[in-house]
């Protein structure tokens, strides 16, 4: 199982990588268009369509996004439109998080069904815009979800046979606790800190927000992380009310591909509507 965890890895990791760094932007937005088709097929899966309904929404899911990209739309300013994602992720999160595994199943399915295809492409259409807008703001949010997940699975391993530790959201994800999202939360100040010593210019979300003072630095990179933890634990939802443990088998040792971006999905959208209102 490790060894085929590490072997994907490293496949998916070269792939990426070259997309990257191509010097053309269209590789890696194509590469996020592959990523978010097969989201989509893992959506429908997870919200009880059969295989042919399933590839059917991959498709859907990937035309929306690739009609967006044939439209221009992420060279475009798009700040209404991120003012508009942002605001309706943080209703989202709230409203799923309170309401819990029971209430998922009796939404709607056309309802949790579009809404998935509705969010996986603001995420892909907020991904392809920071590509465009510099490789550096790219990998600065992406920064953000690695270093709280990072952060929030030490710190809470660290605090898991304490006696204080206390679930963040048992009835989701047991594993979660308050003391890991804490972890989580300084790691991301702290990587912003080190992020804008080492590199000062406006290239990454970091040196962006930071050129709003400390206060708002510090508030808006609590904010980005707490939004980071919020996709996982949503996802996390959706699988436990799917009776899951992983969206696919897509990523061999991995799971699926909603494993690997749940936290992106939000946390880009509302990292762009941060920029958006502060810009």
């Known amino acids: 199982m490790l060894k085929q965890r590490i072997i994907t890895a490293i496949v998916l990791l070269l792939i990426v990588m070259a997309a990257l760094l191509s010097p053309a932007v269209w590789p890696f937005l194509a590469l996020a268009l592959v990523l978010v088709g097969a989201a989509g097929w893992e959506w429908g899966r997870l919200n009880g369509l059969g295989q042919g309904g399933a ?10 996004a690739a009609a967006s990209w044939w439209g221009g739309l ?30 998922w199943q009796r ?70 606790s308050w003391e890991g999202a804490l972890g989580g939360i300084v790691a991301v100040v702290a990587l912003g800190w080190i992020w804008t010593a080492v590199d000062a210019s406006a290239a990454s979300v970091f040196a962006r927000l930071q050129g709003q003072g400390v206060v708002l630095f510090v508030l808006a990179l609590l904010f980005l992380t707490l939004v980071s933890i919020a996709g996982d634990l949503i996802e ?7 009776g899951v443990k992983d969206s696919s088998q897509l990523l061999p040792g991995h799971g699926g591909v909603l494993d690997r971006i ?14 958006a209102v502060l810009s």
């Open 236 to 242: 996390s939802l959706v699988k436990r009310s799917a």
């Open 107 to 176: 939404l709607p399915q056309a309802l949790r069904l579009a809404g998935g295809v509705l969010f996986l492409w603001l995420a892909w259409l907020a991904i392809a815009q920071a590509r465009v807008m510099g490789v550096g703001l790219l990998l600065s949010v992406f920064a953000i979800v690695w270093a709280a997940d990072i952060a929030a699975y030490f710190a809470g391993r660290a605090f898991s046979q304490k006696v204080f530790a206390r679930k963040l959201a048992p009835a989701i994800s047991p594993g979660k």
């Open 262 to 275: 749940d936290a992106v999905l939000p946390t880009f959208p509302v990292a762009m509507m941060l920029l």
């Open 74 to 103: 992420p060279m475009q300013d798009n700040r209404l439109l991120w003012l508009a994602a942002g605001a309706a992720w943080v209703v989202v999160i709230v409203a799923l998080l309170r309401a819990g595994v029971p209430a």
């Open 55 to 64: 590839v059917g929404l991959a498709v859907l899911t990937a035309a929306v």
